[in-house]
């Protein structure tokens, strides 16, 4: 019994870290992602991985935006073309796996442009799984 016991114990170890590696791993993916689109100019591709909810939060120096639309229409109001939108680079500082739903992520931003100095900051984000998909639902940006 107690060779059983040892081997369930790790098999549950495994699966416990594995879990948290893929979380991190495709958390890292999306960001990527969100990444990519931005500097294509694609602001839809780039909010495919916010929660497409009322309930989306984003907070910045303006307040707080809530609902996927809305934040979408903040976006396309600041970044009206690509040349607006300039390169995107996100760093990441901390991604930390809260329980096996929810994720927090810490990091920075920073948009070049070929004619003006870039410009950038922080931002902490909840990400949490919905319907099978690591999402953004809290953005806080400044």
Do not use: C
Request: no cysteine; aromatic share 14%.
């Amino acid at each position: 019994m107690r060779p059983f016991l040892i081997l369930s114990t790790a098999l549950l170890f495994l699966s416990f870290t594995s879990m948290v590696g893929n979380t991190e791993q495709q958390i890292r993916k999306n960001l990527a992602e969100q990444q990519k689109a931005w500097n294509n100019g694609d602001l839809n591709g780039f909010m495919l991985h916010y929660w497409n909810d009322p309930q989306l939060k984003f907070m910045s120096k303006n307040g707080v935006t809530l609902g996927w639309e809305q934040t979408l229409a903040n976006y396309k109001k600041a970044y009206p073309d690509k040349a607006a939108m300039g390169q995107l680079v996100f760093e990441l500082s901390e991604v930390r796996e809260l329980n096996k739903r929810a994720a927090f992520v810490i990091g920075s931003w920073e948009l070049s442009y070929p004619d003006k100095e870039p410009v950038g900051g922080y931002f902490s984000l909840l990400w949490e799984l919905k319907e099978g998909h690591w999402v953004i639902t809290v953005d806080h940006t400044s």
